[in-house]
């Protein structure tokens, strides 16, 4: 069974970054979608971005990725495939960043989710 | 970006009452469409994908319809284990994105 675990510091400091993994057990990371997902306390979902990483021993490995335009200048999300981990990484947060980060993954649809990783910015 | 408005915003109910919550889309998402369900200090869990496909172990009491623009989930007999958050979202273009949520709640 796939199980998805994130992982990353709970405090980050305004106008620093925030990084954080998602480390994948009982599968493979080829041929999912990625996706991170956020949650300010008290509010709903939304959908910072996916990766989409295809690779083999056979073949040389592609990967994809697509931001939210609201954040897309300051994220970027990664994979070490050999490690089944997924990275994400966003910069010069503020207190609006503040929220449960989610990764997930599935065929397009959120199929897989961890239980999530909360982050606070505060000074 | 797609604006995805789900109503009511919060539901108040009974158990054993058919609920439904719908989900309206800005433009066509052709069936590109799932719900979720939330509990508190919980991830959320697919409950339908491609507006009306139930994933698996979820129970037959739920279900999904609906194309083009609006979208609805419906409850047929709620069970005290329903109580929880739903959401749409869709998956036509990017970015997806979700409903703001509707709380079921007795």
């Known amino acids: 069974q796939v199980r998805l675990q994130e992982s990353g510091p709970g405090l980050v400091k305004p106008s620093e970054t925030l990084s954080l993994t998602c480390s994948v057990s009982?599968?493979?990371?080829?041929?999912?979608?990625w996706s991170w997902i956020r949650q300010p306390p008290g509010k709903g979902l939304e959908y910072i971005g996916y990766?989409?990483?295809?690779?083999?021993?056979?073949?040389?490995?592609?990967?994809?990725?697509n931001y939210n335009p609201s954040l897309e200048s300051r994220v970027t999300m990664s994979v070490d495939a050999s490690q089944s981990k997924i990275y994400l990484k966003l910069t010069s947060v503020t207190a609006a960043d503040t929220a449960v980060y989610y990764c997930?993954?599935?065929?397009?649809?959120?199929?897989?989710w961890g239980q999530g990783a909360q982050v606070i910015v505060t000074s | 970006d797609i604006q995805m408005t789900q109503s009511p915003s919060t539901l108040s109910a009974s158990v054993g009452d058919r609920v439904s919550i719908t989900c309206r889309a800005s433009?066509?998402?052709?069936?590109?469409l799932a719900w979720y369900q939330q509990k508190p200090g919980e991830a959320p869990s697919l409950l339908i994908a491609?507006?009306?496909k139930l994933e698996s172990g979820v129970p037959s009491r739920f279900s999904g319809s609906g194309s083009g623009t609006e979208f609805t989930l419906t409850i047929s007999s709620l069970q005290p284990d329903d109580f929880a958050t739903y959401y749409c979202?869709?998956?036509?273009?990017?970015?997806?994105?979700f409903g703001q949520g509707t709380k079921v709640q007795i």
């Open positions: 990766l989409y990483y295809s690779g083999s021993a056979n073949s040389n490995p592609s990967l994809s990725t």
């Open positions: 491609q507006a009306s």
């Open positions: 979202q869709q998956y036509d273009s990017y970015p997806w994105t």
């Open positions: 997930a993954g599935g065929s397009l649809v959120a199929r897989l």
């Open positions: 433009q066509s998402l052709s069936r590109w």
């Open positions: 009982g599968g493979f990371i080829n041929d999912f979608y």
